[in-house]
């Protein structure tokens, strides 16, 4: 793997290498007192690098090109006044670590928090993330998911229009602020994901294309230019993709990668740059002796994505499941519009947990065609489930969280459907305790041009939806104040209870064998399609558990059989219900009564040897 970027080295030298194969010079333009400009060698397979005195830390520097245009570093660490202006030098050796022993928590057990650093508190930095460390630890959070980090335009973006993967938002604290951050979350045993964009990058500020074919024209995506995975000169191209992976897990010491829709990724080659990747982080895993992690976020439904490189898989560690997340959210709130036309019946949760594609081969009326193939054989840990996330809220015209969407009882009911699946659990931040601030849509680009083409791009995505209202400005800065969660709220009234009931669940998954080691082969999932009604039965050993899921409004009479003990029931008063009509134990074959919506979870009450 070539090194790229600004290396400093010792005593004042720092090494710069950039990769620009088609131009006939580059230099590096080093800022400040006594401003220099350095020209880099050529290195080989269109490098040009060079090891320069009198540079320390802190250094500003931009690369001078033939043209005679300054631009900045394409692998900048740190970008600190924005897009535009010039790369400052990192020494990533500096900080002080103290996770020597931390090997992290392995994916089958994580229960993962997705946030948005800007949004999920009133400074939004990762410093005031920090503080609530202890609060989500105490939930029984014990991972953590950042939606992207690298330097995007302004202040205000979800992310996804970063156009310098290397660089930490500046904004959000930059590099130490990230380092720290990491370093007090190893420490209270919560892992970190990053998310990583790999499939295009931002319009404003990208210009990867002066100094090399970083793209490509044989393919389109959704947001612009492809990204030059198999096409001349993608070797290199590969190589800067893949040393960003490294960068994170290496020199910021994050446990795994999130990578956004991998499906906006065209490679043609016989080794596709994701299987290449793979390999790669795995290598390092063994290098480090601890392991790290890639999920993917997929929209193809294809399991070669999960399955391993040895079966003809790409050898990714798990992908979210957006089939899930539809079953679900179609069956309690009845929407039928957009993607959500193709869900609402019982029976499609059922498949989801049972085996995460829903949409296996089938016809779909949305996309008007066949989608996706079978996953049944792969194991619960190869999913991250959910009932909101960034996506599901932000993407809708007006943010609305499921909060305002459904009663208090569904939403418990969606926590308990989440939390007690074989697969892995992720929340999206606020979720815990109810939170009915939207999440919007919002930049902050300098552009107005870019700003106003924005605009009206939400507007047009959102006509395939019956929504009512106007789209919010997205470069309105009232519309990033209106995302910021309240934290505050978890404490009082419903907010708290409903705090307390995700608290509840989720300590039952972490300590009981049959939930916290997610494990389809041994889950039994039924439904009664007429009266929306699931019971997951789970196994591992002597432990096991049973839930019935009541997703309709209208009470419903089930018999179970065996021996039974119940450990949480939604529709208890203590959870603000409506009262059970279920008794504490259950013995033999008996009818009870299941309030709706709302779910009851049981143990076993007889001990049985291990299987």
């Not at 390092?284 to 070669?304: H, M, P, Q, V, W």
């Not at 209202?469 to 969660?485: C, H, N, Q, R, V």
């Amino acid at each position: 793997m070539n090194r790229i970027g600004a290396h400093y080295l010792e005593e004042g030298r720092c090494e710069f290498v950039v990769w620009a194969p088609l131009l006939g010079e580059v230099a590096v333009r080093l800022l400040g007192d006594g401003e220099r400009l350095v020209p880099l060698h050529r290195a080989g397979k269109g490098y040009w690098k060079a090891s320069v005195g009198h540079v320390r830390p802190g250094a500003l520097y931009m690369f001078r090109l033939e043209n005679g245009k300054d631009r900045p570093d394409p692998a900048s660490s740190y970008q600190p006044d924005g897009v535009h202006g010039p790369s400052e030098v990192v020494d990533h050796s500096a900080f002080q670590w103290e996770d020597a022993e931390w090997r992290g928590v392995p994916l089958p057990r994580m229960i993962i928090y997705e946030l948005h650093v800007g949004t999920f508190s009133p400074r939004g930095t990762f410093e005031a993330i920090i503080s609530r460390l202890e609060d989500l630890g105490e939930l029984g959070v014990n991972a953590i998911e950042l939606m992207p980090v690298a330097q995007f335009p302004g202040d205000r973006n979800w992310g996804y229009d970063g156009v310098c993967p290397f660089a930490v938002q500046k904004s959000y604290g930059g590099p130490s602020g990230l380092k720290r951050l990491v370093n007090a979350c190893h420490k209270k045993g919560i892992s970190v994901i990053v998310d990583v964009v790999y499939n295009h990058l931002g319009p404003e500020g990208n210009y990867l294309q002066d100094f090399g074919p970083y793209f490509t024209d044989r393919y389109r995506t959704p947001w612009g230019w492809a990204i030059n995975y198999d096409d001349t000169h993608s070797n290199e191209v590969r190589n800067y993709f893949i040393s960003n992976a490294m960068h994170w897990l290496e020199n910021y010491h994050v446990d795994a990668l999130r990578l956004d829709a991998i499906h906006g990724i065209t490679d043609m080659s016989a080794r596709p740059f994701l299987l290449e990747l793979s390999e790669r982080v795995e290598q390092l895993s063994i290098t480090k002796g601890r392991r790290f992690y890639l999920i993917a976020e997929s929209d193809l439904n294809d399991s070669r994505v999960i399955r391993p490189r040895e079966t003809g898989g790409f050898g990714f560690d798990a992908q979210w499941s957006d089939d899930f997340q539809h079953s679900v959210h179609a069956l309690l709130t009845g929407e039928r519009a957009g993607y959500y036309s193709d869900f609402g019946r019982t029976g499609q949760v059922a498949k989801a947990v049972r085996e995460g594609f829903v949409y296996s081969g089938q016809y779909s009326g949305y996309r008007t065609r066949n989608h996706g193939n079978s996953s049944k054989d792969l194991p619960g840990c190869r999913f991250i489930v959910f009932s909101q996330n960034h996506d599901q809220t932000g993407n809708r015209m007006l943010g609305e969280r499921l909060s305002v969407l459904v009663s208090f009882e569904s939403l418990k009911v969606a926590a308990g459907i989440t939390l007690l699946s074989p697969s892995i659990p992720l929340l999206f931040m606020g979720e815990e305790y109810g939170e009915d601030n939207p999440f919007l849509y919002f930049v902050s680009h300098s552009d107005a041009a870019l700003a106003a083409a924005v605009r009206e791009g939400r507007k047009r995505e959102f006509r395939r939806f019956s929504w009512k209202g106007e789209t919010p400005d997205p470069s309105d800065e009232g519309t990033f104040l209106a995302s910021k969660i309240d934290w505050q709220k978890r404490k009082k009234g419903r907010h708290r209870i409903l705090t307390d009931f995700y608290g509840t669940l989720i300590r039952l998954r972490r300590q009981i064998p049959s939930l916290s080691s997610p494990d389809r082969d041994s889950c039994d999932v039924s439904c009664l399609e007429a009266d929306r009604t699931l019971t997951m039965t789970l196994r591992r050993g002597g432990s096991h558990f049973f839930s019935i899921f009541n997703f309709g409004n209208r009470e419903v009479k089930i018999r179970v059989e065996g021996e039974w003990e119940k450990v949480l029931d939604s529709a208890e008063q203590q959870w603000e219900g409506p009262g059970s009509l279920i008794p504490g134990s259950l013995s033999g074959s008996i009818e009870i009564i299941v309030r709706g919506p709302s779910f009851a979870a049981f143990m076993s009450a007889v001990e049985e040897g291990n299987d």
